[in-house]
């Protein structure tokens, strides 16, 4: 149990006074009672030798009765004996009477033996005194001495001497309990003015500094020893008050510059308990301030590496072991206190004293995690451009092919009954070319530019149709959950078909035992950052949801990468196409999933700013026509297939191989007024001049030049933004003899209109 100052000083100061009160006590009652004694001793003798100078002659006469009638003029309260001896020490007279054998004391007989003077001793209750009678005869014979002819007895009683003294004891003993307690208030205010007060003082101050609160100065009472101490205190209070100042605005600036500063940043002792963590960290690691601070850093700064999933060592240790700055490994992610991860990278630094010494570490780092999206993101595209490097030759290459199949098998079928054998067979030809050509199609959304022929449209409408075509006959069913007024958006009906065909393509074949595919369209405004990839603006937002085996997690990160595949039956171009045309339509994809729950692809595609929806007949109108054509290609096959559809339709048809031949035929034909209606370009022409300057060479020549664009490989956005060029028309090959009809009639209508 604790004892404040206070009570022990009280304690003492009462202790202090009550002992010196009883010694006084003592001392007064010893004095007192030897004076008393004194003058009992004193009066006792003085009785005793009266008392014998009174009783000489009666005892000498033996006159009894006077002996008796003198011994009673002494009796007093105090005298309780009072007895006359003769030299043989018989009593002669006494008072009492019943007293008169008590017998004398022997050290008395002997005193008296020895023939000396008066004797007194103290019996206890009593005080016995003796003193001799003497006799001097008066008769002549008499040689004139004292003749010693008996003794006298005395006893005083003490009782009235006790009584005296304990009366004195009482008075004594009241007024020392007086005298302490005026002492004990007299000092105990005194010390607790000019000692206590001054100490419990400094003792509040300290306690308060204990507390956290600055320490107050305190009053100086007095010029000694304890007011030097107040005032050292006081000095020193304003010393801690001033430098506390210069603490808190260190502190300040250190909170304002870690509150600027764009890192997370995490500080330790050298045991890995945190002392401070920025707003930053806060963010990045999920905990508070007021919640990490006192913890080890492993429990707030969790770190796995994202590919093993391997927890990873505290950077702590490695600074201390070292004395160097530690970076973490790639790969490394940090497992925030609601579970969630995000990528980090840091670096950890000594924090030295002024003696080099290492007192604590300094973490820093930031989250990547947008970062490393972006770079995979460019990863992607820059996988997909040097692919699209060959694919596109390739590609272009194959499609000149397959214009000139594609071109025979459709002239081939106007010559032959639609209930033949053979017609049937051509139909199968035209319709696994036309595979090869979605095939090709695949290959050249990875070539360079490869920039979409865009239109407005509803992407409800695209959304519907590939699922009608995809779903007819399977045993998955669609769910449409669409917004109403859902912005229209500027995009390649082809291309966008195609994307929507490989996504429900994929569901199914992840449905093997059937499913549900859940189409969700709405739309969305997106501020500036939301998705890292996009602007800021309006956007159309389709997820498409199966309900199959979902996608591991080890394989999400290459599912759009060309070529790869999981199935034993693919090429691996399906979902890298897909990732390709949003990302040239200036959209974003995505995809989550998670192993037997579905997969879930999110898409962006940037809203139209138009709000008419462009319809196109899906059926190629063969309508024959008149007129005279020039085709410029360099490719044999090109010429010859193209020539026949055109004369089966009854157009003339003239050819040149490259733009410098089809710019002489042009002017020729010009100047002798036998100028052709439309010219039908190749874009790309090896070695020599291709659409893009010949256009501009014959709109030199004929500002009125009706001209078709062509080409099988599409890395020039002449192809996507053909009227920017000069160009009146545009035809995808590989085209058949229905669409070659259409374009040349859309062309030559709109010319002449």
């Known amino acids: 149990m604790s004892v404040s100052l206070k009570t022990k000083v009280t304690a003492f100061i009462a202790l202090v006074v009550i002992i010196i009160s009883m010694v006084s006590t003592f001392l007064f009652i010893s004095v007192h009672k030897k004076s008393i004694e004194r003058e009992i001793i004193a009066r006792g003798i003085t009785m005793a030798e009266s008392l014998a100078r009174a009783v000489n002659k009666g005892l000498a006469s033996e006159n009894l009765e006077f002996i008796k009638q003198v011994a009673g003029i002494v009796h007093t309260k105090d005298v309780n004996l009072a007895q006359v001896y003769t030299t043989l020490w018989q009593a002669v007279d006494a008072y009492p009477v019943e007293k008169l054998n008590d017998p004398p004391d022997p050290a008395a007989v002997k005193h008296f033996e020895t023939g000396e003077g008066s004797f007194y001793k103290n019996n206890g209750p009593w005080f016995d005194f003796y003193s001799p009678i003497f006799y001097k005869p008066s008769d002549e014979t008499s040689d004139n001495r004292n003749i010693l002819i008996g003794y006298v007895r005395l006893r005083l009683s003490t009782e009235q001497v006790r009584k005296t003294i304990k009366e004195a004891v009482t008075a004594n003993i009241l007024v020392s309990v007086l005298i302490t307690l005026i002492a004990v208030v007299v000092l105990n205010a005194f010390i607790r003015k000019y000692v206590l007060r001054p100490i419990l003082n400094l003792h509040e101050s300290v306690a308060k500094y204990k507390e956290g609160e600055l320490p107050e100065t305190v009053q100086v009472y007095a010029e000694d020893e304890i007011g030097e101490l107040s005032s050292e205190f006081n000095q020193m209070s304003l010393a801690l008050k001033e430098r506390e100042e210069r603490l808190a605005e260190e502190k300040e600036r250190l909170a304002v510059t870690l509150r600027s500063i764009g890192d997370a940043v995490i500080v330790t002792d050298i045991e890995g308990t945190i002392t401070l963590i920025n707003r930053i960290a806060e963010q990045h690691t999920g905990w508070t301030a007021y919640e990490a601070v006192g913890k080890q850093l492993s429990m707030v700064f969790n770190i796995i590496n994202e590919k093993t999933r391997e927890h990873c060592g505290n950077p702590v240790e490695k600074v201390i072991q070292t004395g160097l700055i530690t970076g973490l490994a790639n790969h490394t992610a940090l497992i925030r206190k609601d579970g969630t991860e995000v990528i980090i990278e840091d670096s950890a630094a000594p924090i030295r004293d002024k003696k080099s010494v290492t007192i604590g570490v300094v973490l820093v780092f930031r989250d990547v995690t947008e970062k490393r999206r972006m770079e995979e993101e460019l990863l992607k595209v820059e996988k997909l451009q040097s692919i699209g490097l060959l694919a596109g030759g390739i590609a272009h290459d194959f499609n000149n092919v397959l214009t000139s199949i594609i071109g025979n098998i459709s002239m081939a079928k106007m010559y032959m009954e639609t209930g033949n054998k053979a017609y049937e067979r051509l139909v199968g030809a035209e319709t696994a070319s036309r595979r090869a050509a979605d095939l090709t199609y695949q290959l050249l959304t990875f070539s360079k530019g490869g920039a979409p022929v865009r239109k407005s449209a509803s992407i409800v409408d695209t959304i519907k149709e590939s699922a009608r075509f995809i779903l007819s006959g399977a045993n998955v069913a669609s769910e449409f959950m669409i917004s109403e007024d859902i912005w229209n958006v500027d995009v390649d009906a082809g291309q966008m078909s195609q994307v929507f065909n490989n996504l429900i393509i994929n569901a199914v074949q992840a449905m093997p035992d059937g499913g549900k595919i859940v189409f969700t369209v709405s739309n969305s405004a997106l501020s500036r950052h939301e998705i890292p990839t996009l602007k800021e603006g309006t956007y159309v937002n389709i997820s498409v949801k199966d309900t199959g085996t979902g996608i591991p997690e080890e394989y999400l990160s290459r599912i759009f990468d060309p070529y790869f595949t999981t199935k034993q039956r693919g090429s691996g171009l399906g979902l890298a196409s897909v990732y390709s045309i949003i990302k040239r339509h200036d959209g974003y994809i995505t995809v989550e999933s998670k192993p037997t729950r579905g997969a879930t692809f999110h898409i962006y595609l940037p809203a139209s700013r138009s709000r ?51 710019i002489e035929m042009y002017q020729k034909a010009l100047e002798a007024e036998e100028p052709f209606d439309v010219v039908i370009m190749d874009l790309t022409i090896p070695g020599g001049i291709g659409g893009k300057e010949a256009i501009q060479k014959l709109r030199a020549v004929d500002p009125d030049v009706k001209a078709i664009v062509s080409s099988g490989y599409s890395n020039d956005p002449i192809m996507a933004d053909h009227e920017k060029y000069g160009f009146k028309g545009v035809i995808v090959k590989p085209y058949s003899i229905g669409s070659l009809s259409k374009s040349l009639s859309e062309v030559i209508k709109l010319c002449s209109a």
Do not use: C, H
Request: glycine content about 10%; overall charge negative; cysteine-free.
């Open 612 to 662: 008419s929806v462009s319809k196109t007949s899906k059926v190629d109108t063969i309508a024959a026509g008149q007129g005279k054509i020039l085709v410029m290609d360099d490719e044999e096959l090109i010429r010859d297939i193209s020539g026949k559809m055109l004369s089966s339709l009854g157009y003339a048809v003239a050819f040149a191989q490259n733009g410098t031949e089809a």
